[in-house]
């Protein structure tokens, strides 16, 4: 076949924008398929309990509580969640929370339940504050944990782990472009670069169409946590439940409008982490209903 003059495929945009490094491993089908003998290069852990919310969608901070300390446990290794918390930040740090802040928000119980977590490791409570936002004084942050909540976005693709550091840009506007493929830009900030402790992403009740406006079409209750140290592959791994709930919606392949392009290019360009599943081991903690991976 032919390309029409002056049409631009997909692949032709990734090569045009960021440069020929950029393969096709994370693009088609077989991006999403495990094999044998492969190498890990990334952890995620996924913590799920079907009581963490009831019929009405109402979070149990009890619930919630103990599935943080499941995740905390498996992401570290450690023993308990002092423990947990004290191989990824210390009294002396200043923490910055980056919950998602509007349309489809992090669930007040999450930020909650990590801040007292948090204090309960011997965190100082005053030493912790909120970090989502433009006006935040990055400089005097020594820590951040990024507390995303799972959606697709109307913009970006997948609007869940990447995106959350969108206002850091102080142009978000700018990195909505060419299908917003250098998102990942804004996590080698000088501000921002190796500060992320924790990715941990609020997969309680999702979107996986239309976001960032709610549509309760493409909303479920998967009751989960979602976590680890690597952006992407956290990334990857949520984009990998949102096509699946996509599928599953359509029964047929239902792909994200723009496709997710920043998370390649975050992998192969901005080098922020392991992009291709095929490079994670992914941990599963409970519930296993509908897991979508």
């Not at 032709?12 to 495990?34: C, M, N, Q, Y």
């Not at 007040?108 to 970090?131: H, Q």
């Amino acid at each position: 076949m032919t390309k029409k003059k002056g049409v631009v495929t997909r692949r032709d945009f990734i090569r045009g924008t960021v440069g020929a490094s950029i393969g096709v491993t994370l693009l088609g089908p077989e991006w999403l398929k495990g094999i044998e003998n492969r190498e890990i290069r990334s952890s995620v852990v996924i913590v799920r309990d079907r009581r963490a919310m009831d019929e009405a969608m109402n979070v149990d901070k009890n619930v919630l509580e103990k599935m943080l300390e499941q995740t905390l446990i498996k992401v570290t290794g450690k023993n308990n969640v002092k423990d947990a918390w004290l191989s990824l930040v210390s009294p002396g740090d200043v923490i910055g929370l980056v919950p998602t802040p509007h349309l489809n928000p992090t669930h007040d119980e999450v930020i909650e339940v990590v801040k007292s977590s948090l204090v309960a490791a011997g965190i100082p409570a005053g030493n912790i504050r909120n970090a989502q936002g433009r006006s935040v004084n990055l400089q005097s942050i020594t820590a951040l944990i990024s507390l995303p909540g799972l959606k697709a976005h109307w913009l970006t693709g997948i609007g869940t782990v990447l995106k959350n550091y969108i206002l850091y840009s102080g142009a978000p506007r700018n990195y909505h472009n060419q299908n917003s493929a250098k998102m990942g830009e804004i996590w080698n900030r000088p501000e921002v670069k190796g500060k992320t402790k924790l990715v941990l992403v609020d997969a309680l009740y999702p979107l996986c169409d239309k976001g960032p406006q709610p549509d309760p079409r493409y909303k479920w209750a998967y009751n989960g946590l979602i976590a680890g140290t690597d952006p992407v592959a956290v990334e990857a791994v949520c984009l990998k439940i949102i096509t699946a709930k996509r599928e599953a919606l359509r029964g047929e392949p239902w792909p994200l409008s723009p496709p997710p392009i920043c998370l390649e290019v975050a992998d192969k360009v901005y080098k922020l982490g392991t992009g291709n599943l095929r490079n994670i081991e992914i941990q599963t903690v409970g519930w296993d209903k509908e897991l979508l991976i």
